[in-house]
């Protein structure tokens, strides 16, 4: 991950080349991509990996920019992410969902990552029961719970992006998550076309009971959100911890995220939400990938890209079942033959 340098946001006052292509800038620019890229009419990730990548090649090329620089911003999460989508899954990628799947274990902790994260917020709770929390402690809990949350929704509800995800309203004009009541007897929320890549409004999607995700809601909005300073000011699902009015930045959420998911023995990026979740449809059934590809916002053909190695996997067990199969009734025959 990049450690951004201060915010640049005037790229008017820049006059001359070698300032525009500057490591500040270049980071400045990345980072608004990054934060807008969800939306319609932007950058998608795969457009971003190309034009980044491009920039990197020629300024790397002509001394403008270090070798250890351009590394550093080729391992991106968010520029990966975008070369996985132009490319396919990245194979680390494949391996880990192959993995999840090829050990109950780890797919059992995965479906209940929400209720990992939120016992051991509680265990937290439990320890400083009686007394006042120390700041490390309210902390701890505060990420603990705000990710279990967010896993709450991708499980029991959709698996969104993370911008979606945490750029989810519970008050306001524009409020689009509602509690139980509500709207509804459920947790229940929708996107609009203005916040979907696709640029089609996402209809209210339930956040289904028998997977868990509203008594994790429960929680979090009783026991973790007002653990937040400016939780009863803001709009927001998930505040900032420090400034008033906005919402959790992703930086703070992804660091938060890969620590308890880790602590849970699943060490993933909540990007892998979205993997994770499709892999299981789909290796429940091929027929699921227009599902599959419904539940992630994303076309069939991009989810047949990247998700084929489990209908191949699938087509060579099916093939080898045909011929064991095909061999016992052969032998069977020779065998009556002979007698």
């Known amino acids: 991950m990049i450690n951004y340098p201060n915010p640049i946001t005037d790229l008017v006052s820049v006059n001359d080349i070698e300032a525009l292509f500057s490591i500040d800038h270049l980071c400045a620019s990345l980072r608004r991509t990054e934060?807008?890229?969800?939306?319609?009419?932007?950058?998608?990730?795969?457009?971003?990996?190309?034009?980044?990548?491009?920039?990197?090649?020629?300024?790397?090329?002509?001394?403008?920019?270090?070798?250890?620089?351009?590394?550093?911003?080729?391992?991106?999460?968010?520029?990966?992410?975008?070369?996985?989508?132009?490319?396919?899954?990245r194979p680390a990628t494949t391996r880990w969902c192959e993995n999840l799947i090829a050990d109950p274990t780890k797919e059992r902790r995965f479906r209940n990552l929400h209720r990992l994260m939120m016992r051991d917020a509680e265990k937290v709770l439990a320890h400083a029961k009686g007394r006042e929390m120390t700041r490390t402690e309210i902390e701890r809990v505060r990420a603990l719970g705000t990710c279990a949350a967010a896993s709450a929704i991708e499980w029991s509800g959709a698996p969104i992006r993370m911008a979606n995800c945490l750029g989810l309203r519970l008050h306001g004009s524009r409020q689009n998550f509602f509690t139980p009541g509500q709207k509804s007897s459920h947790y229940e929320?929708?996107?609009?076309?203005?916040?979907?890549?696709?640029?089609?409004?996402?209809?209210?999607?339930?956040?289904?009971?028998?997977?868990?995700?509203?008594?994790?809601?429960?929680?979090?909005?009783?026991?973790?959100?007002?653990?937040?300073?400016?939780?009863?000011?803001?709009?927001?699902?998930?505040?900032?911890v420090s400034d008033p009015g906005r919402q959790l930045s992703k930086t703070t959420f992804d660091a938060w995220f890969q620590r308890a998911s880790g602590e849970c023995g699943l060490h993933m990026t909540f990007h892998k939400w979205?993997?994770?979740?499709?892999?299981?449809l789909l290796d429940e059934s091929w027929a699921n990938l227009k599902v599959a590809a419904d539940m992630l916002g994303n076309?069939?053909?991009?989810?047949?890209?990247?998700?084929?190695?489990?209908?191949?996997?699938?087509?060579?067990?099916?093939?080898?079942?045909?011929?064991?199969?095909?061999?016992?009734?052969?032998?069977?025959?020779?065998?009556?033959?002979?007698?």
């Open 274 to 280: 979205r993997h994770g979740y499709a892999t299981i």
């Open 35 to 89: 934060e807008v890229e969800h939306l319609p009419g932007t950058l998608s990730q795969t457009s971003a990996y190309a034009y980044y990548n491009n920039i990197l090649v020629v300024l790397g090329r002509n001394g403008l920019l270090d070798d250890e620089t351009v590394e550093i911003f080729k391992s991106s999460e968010f520029l990966q992410q975008g070369k996985e989508l132009a490319k396919g899954m």
């Open 189 to 240: 929320f929708y996107l609009t076309k203005e916040e979907t890549k696709a640029g089609e409004e996402v209809a209210p999607i339930e956040l289904d009971a028998d997977l868990h995700g509203p008594e994790v809601l429960d929680w979090y909005l009783n026991e973790i959100r007002p653990l937040f300073p400016h939780a009863n000011d803001s709009i927001h699902l998930f505040p900032a």
């Open 299 to 339: 076309t069939m053909t991009v989810c047949e890209r990247n998700y084929t190695w489990i209908n191949k996997k699938k087509l060579h067990k099916d093939g080898q079942r045909m011929m064991v199969e095909r061999s016992r009734k052969k032998d069977a025959e020779v065998m009556g033959v002979r007698v």
